[in-house]
């Protein structure tokens, strides 16, 4: 909360000499400190009742129809109150026919002689006016700097990623006696989230999600996140999500077609397989996690792509193995164009019903001999620690998956291969070798560097360790190895 409060003095509107050396230092150093009161001393417990600070300001009364062309007025420009979160307006308290224009100066003499002729114009007088501020004014950032130790300001961690409700924070070891506080204050300052959270160094060897502690708010830890017009359920301390993975999720996706099959390796709830279906792509979607696998299945139906999506719960390298018999298998229908609207669908069915053919239910024009779709179109390896390890997976894919049938020909152009991965090496062509080079150890093939085979930097994620994706089309040697 903030008030304003007017004190009863008024001060006269006198001139000063333009040229006055005093009038020019005073203008350009009097400014308004609005910086949080300083409690070094606080570590464990945050006292919001301690940050209060009374600013006297200095504030033009003049008639309620003057307001609109005083706060127009080139004059006035640089003198008026632009604080954030403080009216630069106000009643004045003692009459309802004059207003309070706040300045942003303290001082009589940091008014140019301009602004105060222009006041006198106005039939203006000056006031001062006493401006209190309390916790709820600062920014989280602020209020930090005023509790944490002077050495540890320059990086104080007022950053954190969203995924639902929840605030996910990664502090370093300096800043951990202070969590809790820092916890709270984030929670305060940021109306949307219950929860805030701190990451451990510990990580699930087997599934791969975060430990984490709780700092402040809610015990909650199963999220609604919103992603690409996806709407996504899960446990965060039971799955992996990463918030700042956003526009590689989106990247890729732009990359398919609506009629492409998707094979979506580690796929976590979701992330590149529902808004592929959404798109119109059919997607085989799996994860060994049982508890992704749960919410992927609850997210499939909760977004209305159960038809293109099917959910599998196993080894990454099973998957690979098995999933080409499956498309060939158990086909997915054709993709028939967007799907309409609510209003696109009704207004369908008028149309059809005002037909009198007894096939008027059929719309022929929507009616293609298209074939079911039946090969994988691309990989998406989604699991940048140890993707790589899994690609000699497709060593001799096609010709397990062809005992019974010869898939050659289903095959023509093989499918696209995109593999997440970590790399040390910070320049762009060091990274590329050594990347390349742990995917063709692993394929047991060499890549075709002059053709389909793209890098893409997707962030950073420590001061000596990268995030990469590596696409390419699968050698078809690769796929047909004995």
């Given amino acids: 909360m903030l008030g304003l409060q007017s004190c009863l003095s008024t001060l006269?509107?006198?001139?000063?000499?333009?040229?006055?050396?005093?009038?020019?230092?005073?203008?350009?150093?009097?400014?308004?400190?609005?910086?949080?009161?300083?409690?070094?001393?606080?570590?464990?417990?945050?006292?919001?009742?301690?940050?209060?600070?009374?600013?006297?300001?200095?504030?033009?009364?003049?008639?309620?129809?003057?307001?609109?062309?005083?706060?127009?007025?080139?004059?006035?420009?640089k003198s008026l109150m632009d604080l954030p979160k403080v009216?630069?307006?106000?009643?004045?308290?003692?009459d309802d026919l004059e207003r309070l224009v706040l300045l942003n100066v303290s001082e009589h003499a940091a008014l140019s002689q301009e602004v105060l002729d222009f006041l006198q114009e106005?039939?203006?007088?000056?006031?001062?006016?006493?401006?209190?501020?309390?916790?709820?004014?600062?920014?989280?950032?602020?209020?930090?700097?005023?509790?944490?130790?002077?050495?540890?300001c320059q990086g104080s961690p007022?950053?954190?990623?969203?995924?639902?409700?929840?605030?996910?924070?990664?502090?370093?070891?300096?800043?951990?006696?202070?969590?809790h506080i820092i916890g709270q204050i984030i929670l305060d300052k940021n109306p949307m989230i219950k929860t805030v959270v701190n990451k451990l160094d510990s990580i699930d060897t087997k599934y791969r999600f975060f430990k984490m502690e709780l700092l402040a708010g809610e015990p909650n830890y199963v999220v609604e996140h919103h992603e690409s017009n996806c709407r996504f359920t899960f446990d965060f301390t039971h799955v992996y999500w990463n918030s700042r993975l956003h526009t590689e999720h989106d990247r890729l996706v732009q990359l398919f077609q609506p009629t492409d099959v998707i094979a979506d390796v580690f796929a976590g709830v979701g992330p590149f397989a529902i808004p592929a279906a959404k798109k119109g792509c059919a997607v085989f979607a799996n994860d060994l996690n049982p508890e992704s696998a749960r919410?992927?299945?609850?997210?499939?139906?909760?977004?209305?792509?159960a038809s293109l999506v099917r959910a599998s719960c196993e080894d990454g390298r099973d998957f690979i193995k098995k999933v080409i018999g499956r498309a060939r298998d158990h086909p997915f229908p054709a993709y028939t164009g967007p799907k309409l609207s609510k209003m696109q669908e009704k207004e369908k069915r008028r149309l059809q019903l005002g037909k009198s053919s007894p096939t008027a239910l059929v719309d022929q024009s929507t009616v293609e001999n298209h074939s079911p779709r039946q090969t994988v179109s691309h990989f998406v390896m989604n699991l940048p620690d140890?993707?790589?390890d899994f690609l000699d997976a497709f060593r001799g894919v096609l010709l397990e998956s062809a005992s019974e049938r010869d898939l050659s020909g289903n095959y023509a152009n093989m499918p696209m291969v995109h593999c997440h991965c970590f790399t040390r090496e910070l320049q762009l062509d060091r990274a590329e070798a050594d990347i390349i080079q742990r995917v063709e150890s692993k394929l047991g093939h060499k890549l075709d560097t002059d053709s389909e085979v793209a890098l893409h930097m997707v962030r950073s994620v420590a001061p000596n360790k990268d995030m990469y994706c590596i696409s390419f089309r699968l050698p078809r040697d690769v796929a047909f190895a004995r």
């Avoid at 009216?87 to 003692?94: A, G, I, K, M």
């Avoid at 990623?161 to 006696?177: D, F, Q, R, S, W």
């Fill in 122 to 152: 106005q039939s203006g007088t000056l006031v001062v006016h006493n401006l209190e501020l309390t916790y709820d004014y600062w920014t989280a950032d602020e209020i930090l700097h005023s509790i944490l130790p002077e050495e540890l």
């Fill in 87 to 94: 009216r630069s307006v106000l009643r004045d308290p003692h």
């Fill in 386 to 388: 140890s993707a790589i």
């Fill in 158 to 179: 007022s950053g954190f990623a969203v995924t639902g409700h929840i605030a996910h924070m990664n502090l370093n070891k300096e800043y951990l006696p202070y969590k």
């Fill in 295 to 305: 919410y992927l299945s609850q997210n499939i139906v909760d977004n209305k792509v």
């Fill in 12 to 77: 006269t509107l006198r001139k000063r000499p333009i040229s006055s050396f005093f009038s020019k230092i005073m203008a350009c150093t009097l400014t308004l400190d609005v910086s949080p009161p300083v409690h070094r001393w606080m570590n464990t417990t945050l006292q919001r009742d301690v940050f209060k600070r009374t600013i006297p300001v200095l504030a033009a009364r003049v008639p309620a129809s003057k307001t609109g062309f005083m706060l127009k007025s080139g004059v006035m420009k």
